[in-house]
């Protein structure tokens, strides 16, 4: 049976195992006086079989799913004689598709050595004996799981702990999948960029200043080592962010205390969802108002008063980076503004200070750890955002603190980098694994410096 | 303590001398003395609403000086919404309209180019749940006088701190920890840090919105002692729902009923010869 049509088999047996559970239960009962001499609620009971029934099953199931095509392909490539199998690993992969592929009927046995026929037919009945034995298994489980549900049914029998437990390794399941996953990430980049660090120095990479990652695809080609400075990218990723802050925090935080504190109810009704909205637009819009709308703007602008705004400038990504990044910071200081207690604002008035004095003395610092939260994530928002920059900044990788040139990003690199045809081993390649590794690490910092700046006023303040 | 006394009597007095009552509209529901000489402040046919409802009528009372004048009755008859209106901390609320007359030494502070900075300055407000600023305690101190400029220097400001908490009660128990948050002490010296935050200022006049049902026995206590040596220097204005705490602490007692005030008496009278018959039933238990 497919997989998926198994999986829905077994919500169905989960189902039937929470009325068969329910049912019982509730047969238990009548005799004894009713649901009340039941240790659990009947659906208790119910959820407890249903958990019995779909649990380990479909534990099972997902493990297979994920085990038998390493296990199956290990068994067919074992199976080939040794001197038919490839010494290298690229070699060794290219067989094992065309195995895989010939075994799902994508590519025609027309013309194709023997033994991969062979080895392909066999793989296609291993596949298939897989799934049987799979679905075999998972429907005696769900059944065992069922009638071990349906057996445990008693008056006394403690239902809602059993399920109450269940559910907190559930939950406990699920936030250790999310730290899994990101912790996976890290580790393949990290990696990645090991294997850069091999043919690029460290110390190269990350102090040097210029960037240029030419690598020859051709051993005679000229120019063919290319260098590794990171630090141009760093700093233009600074300086393209710093601008957007210059925009995002003031008006971010001044329409938050408007919101907040001033504007009447009827205007907040309309004026926050209006601002969250810019929050909704596509960063690769702004991109083009940036490229289209402001760079040649600001250009004709500054050639008006003298100076010389190259036409992708990291002002002009800065500045609609900004406007992005505004309703991040309004809608998050908004919402700590609000939730600063009513009993502050009313003191201070009572001690006869003004609303705006009130705003500034008693409002804000209540509310500053949530702010600079609000202004840390944002920043983190600022310095990982591409498009904005791909299209409007440049990607030149100067190092200049002169916000009117064009600079490039870190970010804009990475996609620069990955994007066309590489080696995939290729310097060049796995440097976007090193700056990524970066800007990770660079962002981590950020949040770890957010938190302890937020933790330092909480004693300060609460 | 004495001198409350005698206020408290000589309203007594114009009971008994009905030549000082000439003025009075005698048709009021109120029972009792509630008009007294040289007020603080009076109010005169004191009308609040929220929006379309109307939640005090026709209040009409005076406060004298250096007098604790305390506020009972049952929850929801309108108590908080007199008192706040008192120092126009209604204004803050939407929709809160308050007419007829409220006199600080004679003068109405509902007229129309009062400034309320100021009035709250002279009228200061204690409020149920102790709100210290989540600010150290000395700046909690500070924060009144420093906006409206009562100190001119670092040593101005250390000796109104320092008199305050003194004021308060509660030097002994923070001067070695004068820059620690306010938000860290217990919930009585919470409160006797907001009385202190609020005399920082000099007001004339204290309003205390039951200012100890949010602390235990001990700490009540020692606000209702704090309370009595207030008096001597500021009119206070304390709404409670302990009839024992008004019996402690006040000199008359403002009995209110559905947004009405029914009877304004000097406290051992209210609480032994009550007037009318909706006092005595609400001090008796009978509702509340
Ligand atoms: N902000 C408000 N908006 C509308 N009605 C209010 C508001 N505050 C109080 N009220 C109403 O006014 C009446 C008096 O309330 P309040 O003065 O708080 O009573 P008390 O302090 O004596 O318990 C109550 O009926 C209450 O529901
Ligand atoms: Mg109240």
């Known amino acids: 049976m497919e997989s998926s049509n198994l999986f829905l088999l077994m919500l169905a047996l989960g189902a039937c195992a929470f009325y068969i559970g329910r049912g019982r239960s509730l047969a238990i009962a009548s005799p ?15 959820l407890n079989a249903l958990l019995w029934c779909a649990l380990p099953s479909m534990g099972l199931l997902i493990l297979w799913l994920v085990l038998d095509e390493p296990v199956i392909n290990s068994i067919v490539m074992g199976a080939l004689p040794a001197e038919l199998v490839p010494s290298t690993k690229a070699d060794f992969n290219l067989l094992l598709n065309k195995i895989s592929n010939l075994a799902d009927g994508i590519m025609s046995a027309d013309g194709q050595p023997a033994f991969m026929v062979a080895a392909a037919e066999s793989m296609a009945g291993l596949r298939v004996i897989s799934q049987w034995v799979l679905t075999a298994i998972c429907l005696i489980l769900a059944t065992i799981g069922l009638y071990w549900g349906w057996r445990r049914v008693a008056a ?15 939950l406990l399941a699920c936030a250790c999948l999310a730290i899994f996953t990101t912790v996976g990430i890290v580790f393949s980049v990290l990696f990645e960029s090991i294997q850069f660090f091999r043919s690029v120095p460290f110390f190269d990479f990350v102090f040097g200043s210029d960037w240029s990652p030419q690598t020859a695809i051709r051993e005679d080609q000229v120019g063919s080592s290319g260098s590794f400075g990171a630090v141009p990218l760093f700093v233009g990723t600074l300086l393209i962010s710093a601008v957007a802050m210059f925009v995002a925090v003031p008006i971010g935080l001044m329409s938050a205390i408007y919101l907040a504190e001033y504007s009447s109810k009827s205007v907040r009704t309309y004026a926050k969802p ?9 960063t ?9 709308t402001v760079a040649p703007f600001l250009r004709d602008l500054g050639a008006d008063f003298g100076l010389t705004i190259s036409s992708e400038s990291a002002l002009a990504a800065g500045l609609v980076m900004g406007v992005m990044i505004i309703p991040f910071i309004s809608s998050l200081a908004d919402d700590v503004i609000t939730a600063v207690p009513q009993a502050m604002r009313d003191g201070s008035l009572a001690m006869g200070a003004t609303h705006s004095e009130t705003v500034r003395k008693v409002v804000i610092p209540a509310a500053l750890p949530g702010i600079v939260a609000g202004i840390m994530l944002a920043i983190s928002r600022a310095i990982g ?12 990788a100067k190092l200049t603190a002169n916000p009117l040139e064009s600079v490039t990003t870190v970010t804009v690199q990475i996609v620069t980098l990955l994007t066309g045809d590489q080696e995939f081993d290729s310097p060049k390649t796995l440097a976007a694994f090193a700056l990524g590794l970066m800007l990770f690490t660079v962002t981590l910092l950020l949040n770890i410096f957010a938190l302890h700046i937020v933790k330092k006023y909480r004693e300060q303040y609460e | 303590m004495k001198q409350a006394k005698a206020a408290a009597k000589s309203a007594t007095d114009t009971k008994s001398n009905p030549k000082q009552n000439l003025e009075v509209d005698t048709t009021q529901a109120t029972v009792g003395n509630r008009f007294c000489e040289n007020p603080k402040m009076s109010m005169r046919d004191v009308n609040v609403f929220y929006g379309d409802k109307q939640a005090i009528y026709d209040v009409s009372v005076d406060i004298a000086k250096n007098e604790v004048i305390a506020m009972i009755g049952p929850s929801g008859c309108g108590k908080s919404t007199f008192l706040r209106s008192l120092n126009r901390m209604n204004d803050t609320v939407d929709g809160c309209k308050v007419e007829g007359e409220v006199l600080l030494d004679g003068h109405n502070i509902y007229q129309q180019n009062l400034d309320v900075v100021e009035l709250r300055a002279r009228v200061g407000m204690v409020f149920q749940k102790p709100n210290p600023f989540p600010k150290s305690i000395f700046e909690n101190i500070a924060y009144g006088p420093k906006i409206h400029g009562l100190a001119d220097s670092r040593v101005d400001l250390d000796e109104i701190v320092e008199g305050s908490l003194k004021k308060a009660g509660l030097w002994e128990e923070v001067k070695e920890r004068l820059h620690q948050p306010g938000t860290g002490l217990s919930g009585g010296q919470q409160q006797r840090l907001c009385i202190a935050r609020a005399i920082a200022v000099s007001p004339e006049v204290i309003l205390m919105d039951e200012p100890c049902s949010a602390l235990d026995p001990i700490a009540t206590a020692r606000i209702e002692e704090l309370i009595e040596e207030l008096s001597q220097n500021f009119t206070i204005a304390i709404v409670t729902h302990s009839m024992q705490q008004a019996a402690r602490v006040s000199h008359r007692t403002a009995y209110f009923h559905l947004g009405k005030l029914i009877e304004v008496n000097p406290t051992e009278q209210v609480f032994t010869m009550p007037e009318h018959q909706l006092t005595e039933a609400y001090i008796t238990g009978r509702f509340g």
């Open chain 1, 274 to 282: 209006a601002l969250e909205v810019l929050a909704g637009v596509p």
């Open chain 1, 32 to 46: 004894l006086g009713g649901v009340r001499h039941l240790h659990s609620l009947p659906n208790y009971y119910g």
């Open chain 1, 385 to 396: 955002e591409t498009m904005i920059v791909v299209m409007a900044a440049g990607l030149a």
């Open chain 1, 156 to 170: 006394e029998y403690r239902a809602r702990q059993s399920v109450e437990r269940v559910m907190e390794n559930l």
């Open chain 1, 284 to 292: 690769v819009v702004y991109g083009f108002f940036a490229a289209l």
